[in-house]
Every structure is written in structure tokens, then in C-alpha cells.
């Protein structure tokens, strides 16, 4: 949801601390705001501050800019009033914002009371009131059928969701398991108990939000924030050496943002955003973490679309690709070779049948010889050798001492000699896949790029801002996502609308068509202090272009230079003038990234691309454009090369299977 002049925003606790800086920053986006809230006074002075600041965007206004309405959010007939009130005065609702929050009034075990005035009340507050909010302003966004966000503010904390009772993981509460991991930190016994059940509350917020992940689906995006200390009254309680410990506390402006990002970025719902000093805007839990417990539905499984079929039928011979004459025009390289299957498979090897093989910039490369090394003389000596360098597919056969590989399962390889309807590769390069899908292929080389190079080449962490290039080929379509879902905000650049459209709707932050915008302008002027992370894989002045446009301390991971790869006569190195001065002047780094010297680390990261993709978390593209059969190859190698392609560009092998893949 855009921010902007006319939305409407209802705002619990919104008279102090960050209720009161959200109001205010919503109003400066000339939204109109309710500040609800206990505390008349401090309630008024928001309220009008608000109105101050809306006044640029409106005039003559029949009704105020932004209101108050004093309301105890534990007693649910005020609470009803004041929604009817915020209905009345902005007739529709688009942000509620559920923010007033309390510290419980008494020691909970030194507690003698009912607790009515104390743990119930807080309870009531905390927990009862975010729940009551957010029911009412979801029906309110359903009877209307307009988009709409809820933003629970909870605390540094997070659980596991469960989408079926939402209530009932709210409610659910563990006391001594947390005790347990806050009381390390807490000088007197009163802050622990203080504290422990706000966060006993906020944990409940944070899994009955994140729970509630499927509204998405009717347009209402609920999301929680958690920040850690932030200057308010609450914090005040807090020993500051402890706060300082924790690494200070968090800026206002810093929650602001956050706060912000989980309104505007419509990819995010039942999103948590854990929000320190030390780490900065972080989606909770990370990938990584979220894999350990949940188990995917079977009718999310079925997101893999093609039907394997129970057995492979070997053939006396196969096509394949090879190349004849080193060249970096691939098809005058190239040509297609009928080869005999020769059985039986040699002991530990496998034979794949290939069903879909990924196109890639770098085929022209490697059919030009640079992917070897040695003098001309000696990569000539290699000729002819087998092209393509991922598929997947169905294990046909297996050879002596071949262990834990089954014929008929699905398997993916990334190995030299994929552009082939058969190829024998030795079982240990065998990557074990849940389908043989054209989605599966694109994970291999172009997600694994990017999975592995933004963790290890750029070190990739959350809050920073990431620029992608040709993010929406086969590779940038994986690292712009990924930098989302590590809480980045993401720049990405492409030429032409299509490739912007596929971009907006993978979660990019700014899309900058080159087409359409000066890429050095727009850097220079909304990303004045540079950028921290660059994924460069066009090279020449884009590179230039990029590097500098880095921030101080920035990362550029070089992950190729495809503007190069074509030249007249191939691919000429270049030079970079003053490159190692610009480095020293700003502590930065430029880091080169080449993934076949991770092979190591492939299939942990395709495990978790798959698992991101079988969830929903990570969308595939495939570019829409069929090519079929081995004698399709150049024409996908040279359709990769013209531009045009949006998204993976994949080989379907096997015809057979080329009716599914244009369902795709
Ligand atoms: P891709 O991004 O799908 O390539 C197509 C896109 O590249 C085009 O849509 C276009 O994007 C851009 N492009 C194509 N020809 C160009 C040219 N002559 N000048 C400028 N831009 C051009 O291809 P990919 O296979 O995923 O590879 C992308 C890059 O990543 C390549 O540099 C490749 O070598 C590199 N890569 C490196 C590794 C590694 O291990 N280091 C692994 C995989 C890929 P826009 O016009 O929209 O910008």
C-alpha cells in the first residue's frame, strides 16, 4: 500500500512514545489519523501536532485532518465507539495500527491480588486489546473490500504460528522456558518479572499476527513489529546498562521505517519484523530458521507441476551438443551429435535422462573456451566437448555400487554436457530433487548464485540497501527476492516494462528501467550516501555505473559481465583505472564470486531454495517463450543474449514434456 495524501490510519496508543512519532510521520504522508488513547492531554496535543502537519496536503477539509478519541483499549465497548467514531469522520479505514502497550503494574510473584489490577489488566492491554482491534478493523476492510494493513507493534520476540487458531497460539504462553532466557540479563528480580510478561504478551501478538498470514488473500495484510528498547516510558523501567549491552537503544526513526516497510512492501504478511541497534530491520524468523519446523502441505507441494512418470525408457542413442570449434558465437560452435547409449552404466555412475536443461549467459563462454585454462593449444586439444551446464531429470540407470539413487527418481546435475536428451554423470554430482521441474532448474545455477554469493561474496545481513543489475534474468530474479527476504531494500535494474512489471511483483523496492530512467540519476539522487550491496552481473559501464554509486563500506560482488561475453572477438578483459584508490578512500570491497568453487555448499542451498519456493516465499520465472528439443539450444542461447528474455530461459528436452511447460 502506497503511503499517501487520503488513506486513513486509527492508531492505538497514540498519544506517547511510538504511538505518538507514528501518527505524526503517517500525518507528514498526509494521511488522516485517530489517535486513540487513555490520556486526554497528551492525546489532544497529537492530534493537533497531526493536523499541523496534514495541512500542506489538504485544504478546506469538511472534517478535521486527525482527531482524538479517548479510549481504554481493554474495555471493548470504548474500543467499539472509537472505531465507529473513526468510521464516521473517515468513512472507510486503511491502516490501524495497534500500539498501546503497558508494563505490568506489580511483581507477578510477588503478586497477592486476583491479578485484575495487575497481570490480567496487562494481559487485557497487551494482548486481548491487539486481538480485539485487529478483529474489528479486519471486518471493517472485508465489508468494505479495500485493501487494508494492521500493524501490531509487539517486542523483540517470535514463536511459531499456527494458521488453523490463531487465538489459541496467542493465548498459548511459556512462562519458565522464557524466564529461563530473559533472567541472564536482569539486574533485580522486579525487572525480570516486569519485563517477562511483556514479552509473554508480545509473543502471544506476534503468533496470533504471523498466524494470520492468509488474510493476504482478501487484500488485509496484518503484520507485527518488534522492536527492542526504544526511548519511550516503558523503556525507562529498563536497567540502561542492560540497554547499552543490547547495543542501545533503537532509533525512532529507525521504527518509523520499519514500520513503513511492512505497510507499503505488499509482499509482507504475518510478517515479523524484529527491529535492534545491532542488526537493524530483520524478518523473524529467517529462512534458515522457519525450515526447521514447518512442514509443507501437500497441496503446496503440487506448486512443482510436471507428472513423473515410473520408469525411463533407454534408447540405443541420444542427441547431444557438442562443441566442435572454440567460438563465442555458440551456435557456429556448436552442433548436435547423435551418440550411441552404451550400457552397462560404468560402477558409481548414474544415467540421467535430461527433461529440461537452463540456458545461461555464460554457454557462450564456455563454448569459446574460457571457462578452461591452459594455452589455445592446449583447450583445443579438448574438442569436441559436451555443452550445457544444468538440467534436470529422471535417474534411467545406475551402475554398480550406486547406493540411495533409485531409477525413476528425480534428480538434478550440474555438470558439463546437460544441453543432451541422456548423459552419464558419477553418482556423487547427482543432486536428489523433489520434481524434474523447469522451476528446479532455475534454482541450480542462477539461485544457487545468488543464494550462496549474497551470503558468503556479499555478506549479506538486513537493513541495508541492495542494488541488483539484470535483476530480472535468470540470476537477478533470486538475488532481489532473497535481499528481500533478508529485510533489505532492494534496487533492482532491468530494460523494459515487462522485466519492471515481473520485478514490482517480486517485492523490489525501486525498479529502474533504463529504458525509461538515467540509472546514474536515480542513484544519485534517492540513494544519496551510495548503496551497501551491488550484484553486478552486466559489467562494462554498469559496472563503472554501480561501483560508483557504492556507499563507504559498501560490497560489490562481481558475478559476471555479460555485456561483455559478446564482443567482436569474444570477451576482452578490461582495465579499471583508480579502482584500488576508490577502494582505500571509501573501505570498501569488491568481491568476486564464481559458483563452482561452492560445490560444496549446493545442496544445502537448494534445499532451502526449494523450501522457500514449496512455502510461497519464493517466486520462479520462467520466460515464457518455448524452446524444445536440443535443436532449439542456440536459438535459447541467442535468445538469452538479445535481451528480451524475462525470467529463466529453459530448454524442455523431452517434447514429451513440452505441453506442461507451456502451462508454465
Ligand atoms: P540473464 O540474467 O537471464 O541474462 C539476460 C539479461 O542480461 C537480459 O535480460 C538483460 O537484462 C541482460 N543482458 C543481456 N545481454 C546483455 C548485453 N549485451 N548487455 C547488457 N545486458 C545484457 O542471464 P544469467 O544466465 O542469469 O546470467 C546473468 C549474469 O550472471 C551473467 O553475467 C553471468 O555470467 C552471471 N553468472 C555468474 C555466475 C557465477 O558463478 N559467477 C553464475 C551464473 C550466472 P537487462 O537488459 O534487463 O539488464
Avoid at 92 to 108: E, H, Q, R
Avoid at 212 to 223: D, E, V
Avoid at 372 to 383: A, M, P
Amino acid at each position: 500500500m502506497e503511503l499517501k495524501p487520503g488513506l486513513s490510519a486509527f492508531v492505538t496508543g497514540g498519544a506517547s512514545g511510538i504511538g505518538r512519532a507514528l501518527c505524526i510521520a503517517l500525518a507528514q504522508k498526509g494521511v488522516f489519523v485517530t489517535v486513540v488513547d487513555f490520556s486526554e492531554e497528551r492525546g489532544k496535543e497529537v492530534a493537533s501536532l497531526s493536523q499541523n502537519e496534514n495541512l500542506k496536503f489538504h485544504s478546506g477539509l469538511k472534517f478535521p485532518s486527525a482527531i482524538f478519541v479517548r479510549c481504554d483499549v481493554s474495555n471493548k465497548g470504548e474500543i467499539a465507539a472509537a472505531f465507529e467514531n473513526h468510521l464516521e469522520v473517515y468513512g472507510g479505514l486503511d491502516i490501524c495500527i495497534n500500539c498501546a502497550g503497558i508494563s505490568t503494574p506489580a511483581v507477578f510473584q510477588k503478586d497477592q491480588t486476583d491479578g485484575s489490577r495487575t497481570w490480567r489488566h496487562a494481559i487485557d492491554v497487551n494482548l486481548v486489546a491487539v486481538i480485539d482491534c485487529t478483529h474489528r478493523a479486519i471486518r471493517i476492510m472485508e465489508a468494505a473490500k479495500r485493501p487494508g494493513v494492521v500493524i501490531n507493534i509487539g517486542s523483540a520476540s517470535g514463536l511459531y504460528p499456527m494458521i488453523t487458531d490463531p487465538i489459541y497460539s496467542a493465548s498459548k504462553v511459556t512462562f519458565l522456558s522464557n524466564f529461563r532466557q530473559m533472567s541472564f540479563s536482569f539486574n533485580s528480580f522486579t525487572e525480570k518479572a516486569s519485563l517477562l510478561l511483556r514479552v509473554e504478551e508480545t509473543w502471544g501478538v506476534v503468533m496470533f499476527t504471523r498466524s494470520l498470514a492468509p488474510y493476504k488473500r482478501k487484500g488485509i495484510r496484518i503484520n507485527v513489529l518488534c522492536p527492542e528498547f526504544v526511548r519511550t516510558d516503558l523503556a525507562e523501567k529498563v536497567d540502561s546498562k542492560f540497554i547499552e549491552r543490547m547495543g542501545g537503544y533503537v532509533s525512532m526513526d529507525t521504527v518509523i521505517q520499519g514500520t513503513f516497510e511492512l505497510i507499503s512492501d505488499e509482499s509482507k504478511a504475518g510478517s515479523c519484523l524484529w527491529v535492534t541497534n545491532r542488526r537493524g530491520l530483520e524478518y523473524w524468523p529467517t529462512p534458515t530458521e522457519e525450515s526447521k519446523y514447518l512442514v509443507v502441505p501437500s497441496r503446496l507441494r503440487t506448486r512443482f507441476s510436471s507428472v513423473v512418470p515410473s520408469t525411463v525408457q533407454i534408447p540405443q542413442s541420444f542427441e547431444k551438443i557438442t562443441v566442435h570449434t572454440l567460438n563465442h558465437n555458440f551456435r557456429s560452435a556448436t552442433s548436435i551429435v547423435r551418440a550411441p547409449l552404451r550400457l552397462p552404466i560404468k560402477p558409481n555412475h548414474v544415467l540421467l535422462k535430461i527433461i529440461y536443461a537452463g540456458v545461461n549467459a555464460s554457454d557462450v563462454n564456455f563454448s569459446s573456451g574460457s571457462y578452461f585454462s591452459g594455452s589455445k593449444q592446449e583447450i583445443s586439444s579438448r574438442l569436441p566437448f559436451d555443452a550445457g551446464f544444468e538440467g534436470v531429470g529422471l535417474i534411467a540407470a545406475v551402475g554398480d555400487g550406486v547406493k540411495n539413487l533409485k531409477v525413476g527418481s528425480p534428480a538434478a546435475i550440474m555438470t558439463f554436457g546437460a544441453y543432451a536428451e541422456f548423459t552419464m554423470v558419477p553418482a556423487k554430482h547427482i543432486l536428489p530433487v523433489a520434481r524434474p521441474d523447469p522451476e528446479v532448474v532455475a534454482m541450480l545455477t542462477s539461485g544457487l548464485t545468488a543464494s550462496i554469493s549474497l551470503e558468503k561474496a556479499a555478506q549479506m545481513e538486513s537493513g541495508k540497501i541492495v542494488l541488483v543489475t539484470a535483476a530480472a534474468g535468470g540470476t537477478g530474479q533470486f538475488a532481489v527476492q532473497l535481499a528481500k527476504l533478508a529485510g533489505n531494500k532492494v534496487v533492482a535494474t532491468c530494460g523494459g516494462k515487462d522485466k519492471a512489471m515481473l520485478l514490482r511483483d517480486l517485492g523490489v523496492d525501486r525498479v529502474i528501467d533504463y529504458k525509461e530512467e538515467v540509472i546514474k540519476n536515480v542513484l544519485k539522487k534517492e540513494f544519496p550516501k551510495g548503496v551497501d550491496i551491488v550484484y553486478e552481473s552486466v559489467g562494462g559501464e554498469m559496472f563503472d555505473l554501480c561501483f560508483n554509486a557504492l556507499a563507504v563500506y559498501g560490497r560489490m560482488v562481481v558475478i559476471g559481465m555479460i555485456s561483455q561475453y559478446q564482443g567482436e572477438h569474444g570477451w576482452k578483459p578490461r582495465n579499471y583505472t583508480g579502482l584500488c584508490e576508490k577502494l582505500l578512500a571509501k573501505s570498501q570491497t569488491v568481491a568476486g564470486f564464481f559458483l563452482t568453487q561452492y560445490t560444496h555448499l549446493w545442496q544445502q542451498h537448494l534445499d532451502s531454495l526449494v523450501h522457500l519456493f514449496s512455502v510461497g516465499k519464493l517466486k520462479v520465472a520462467i520466460d515464457p517463450k518455448s524452446f524444445v528439443g536440443v535443436q532449439s539450444v542456440a536459438d535459447a542461447v541467442e535468445y538469452l543474449h538479445s535481451g528480451k528474455s524475462v525470467g529463466k530461459v529453459v530448454v524442455c528436452i523431452d517434447p514429451s514434456f513440452s505441453q506442461q511447460a507451456a502451462k508454465l
